[in-house]
């Protein structure tokens, strides 16, 4: 099955007599002991094990684990490593993972922080202990573009595991399980979901190792499972996913070039752009460029603000991945200690006519 068909029909596991079309949701917490049933629903339910079955399919892996948010996904790969692993992890890396390393792993775990575009820093990095290279490309709110295969070699050669949060690509655009990585990551609060009404993560495997099945446990005894609606919510809004994709790329690529030309703009990072510097491997690794980019804006924070309280379809707001179009001054967002400059706007390109953004985006910036 091609992805289109993967999407729609994989997650529908219909075991109801009736024969409903879709699946329906199950909120039982409990099941009635028999041989093969499910138990109690912290441990399964119909609705996530559709969910992890399509998600699966979607990654190419051999298993998934859904959670109640992208962060807990990433704490539950975090959770998994023995006391006194290293981590090599990007210097951009998603802010709220940097936090949860920083400050709920500060005594178990250590972590260096690298520029992931430098495979020579990147290899510098490891250590003895490092028992675990995280990715995440395209990065937040860079765009910067990391080489899953080479970096995935580089660390199996040091005996470490690969994980990568595949966000803002999603499977539609990028299958890091294919290149070389173990554990693709995911917000699924994002492009999976698509309309921001819902919170969830997930971690998809290549192989059911003893690392994964140490990451199912945190999963199952640690408790941060998805709820039979929002696994509902999520099989239902990632049918679309596919088609969702296509239209954010295809509005992202335009009017990442109507902003590099644009004179208020001093710098645009898209990696389907020409110039940017990550362009030739996304385009290698990538099938698309995706829907997310940004900018900075000659003037600074205050002009940037401006910029953005003169937007009518873009939502001065956080997140991203839905079909509203969001935009935010990115380093406001992520307070005082964010590395981010202060005049770069963030944005989620949404699916509206491409026509309103553009023309919404040229009277702001005018
Ligand atoms: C949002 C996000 C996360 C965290 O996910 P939540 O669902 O907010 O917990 C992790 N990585 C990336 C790239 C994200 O955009």
Known sequence: MKLETLAIHAGNIITDSHKPVV?????????VHQPDSMIYSRAQNPNRFALESLLAKLEKGKSAAAFSSGNA???AVFQALPAGSHIVAPDDMYHGLRNALLTIFD???RVTFVDMTDPVQ?????????????IETPSNPLLKISDISRLSKLAKAKGAKVVCDNTFATPVFQNP???GADIVMHSSTKYFGGHSDILGGALIAKEEDDFWKKILN????????????DCYYLTRSIKTLPYRMKGHAEHAGVIATFLAQHPKVERVFYPGLLDHPGHEIAANQMTGFGGMLSFLVEGGASEADRVISKLKYFTNATSLGGVESLIERRAASEGPDSKTPQNLIRVSVGLEHLDDLLEDLNEALS
Not at 122 to 132: G, H, N
């Open 23 to 31: 699946q329906p949701i199950t909120l039982s917490t409990t099941f």
């Open 122 to 134: 990147v290899a510098d990095a490891f250590e003895a202990e490092t028992k675990l290279l995280w």
């Open 218 to 229: 945190v999963q199952k005894t640690g408790g941060a499972v998805p709820s039979p609606f």
């Open 177 to 179: 399980l294919l290149l």
């Open 73 to 75: 996904a990433g704490v």
């Open 107 to 109: 005594d178990s775990l």
